[in-house]
């Protein structure tokens, strides 16, 4: 399957929010101690290059060509491939990783228990995956975004490969239990517009 994706609009706002995010991932993630790294879903490979200068073997995979390409001229020694997890794991032949990660990703795809399969199939036996996604758990986001009737701005129907799934605490995991993964610890990043409330939702897992 060739997968549907096209760079959503950035403000100063959203900016600083990914700021954000990235200073949460890169701390769960070095905070794991991999010597291996996999992203998918790599972007301009700001993570990558976070990863990769602490002397960490990193491979970012990403289905957009515009990404792909800041990525190289931002970070010309970065490894980034173009590939996504509808791709075949034993077609890739990326080999195992200490660590897996995606951020804005699960969100985004069709079938996430076969995401999961694909994050499983690149992992160590006792390897970890770090995931982000949106917080639709969040009573306080989603009672915000009634009172100001901003669900249609919200989910946007127009951005083609938006936003598909909306993930809580609870749907993400049944979802990893499901494919074999035990969540071992959750942090959530607040709203940079209102900080009562939770935007974003991550999770460090292991297999079980």
């Known amino acids: 399957m060739e997968p549907v994706y096209s760079q959503p609009q950035w403000d100063s706002v959203s900016r600083r929010h990914a700021a954000r995010i990235y200073s949460v991932l890169s701390q769960l993630v070095l905070g794991q101690r991999p010597r291996s790294v996999l ?38 020694d970065l490894q980034v491939l173009k ?6 794991p034993s077609l890739l032949g990326l ?16 079938e996430p ?21 949106p917080d639709y758990g969040s009573y306080t986001r989603n009672l915000v975004l ?10 946007d129907p127009l951005w083609d490969g938006g936003h598909i799934k909306f993930f809580s605490k609870r749907t993400l995991e049944q979802l990893f239990d499901e ?10 990043i607040c709203s940079s517009r209102l900080p009562i409330m939770s935007a974003g939702l991550f999770c460090v897992a292991v297999l079980r």
């Open 39 to 76: 992203e998918v879903g790599c972007g301009a490979g700001v993570l990558g290059s976070i990863v990769a200068g602490r002397g960490i073997r990193y491979v970012g995979l990403d289905p957009d060509d515009e990404s792909l390409s800041k990525a190289k001229a931002q970070f010309p």
């Open 179 to 188: 494919c074999g993964f035990k969540i071992e610890r959750w942090q959530t």
């Open 95 to 110: 080999g195992k990783f200490d660590l897996v990660c995606s951020n804005d990703v699960i969100e985004h795809v069709y």
């Open 83 to 88: 590939g996504s997890s509808y791709d075949d």
């Open 146 to 155: 009634s009172v100001f009737n901003r669900w249609d701005h919200h989910h």
């Open 113 to 133: 228990r076969k995401f999961l399969a694909f994050v499983r199939a690149h992992l160590n036996g006792n390897g970890s995956f770090v995931c982000g996604t």
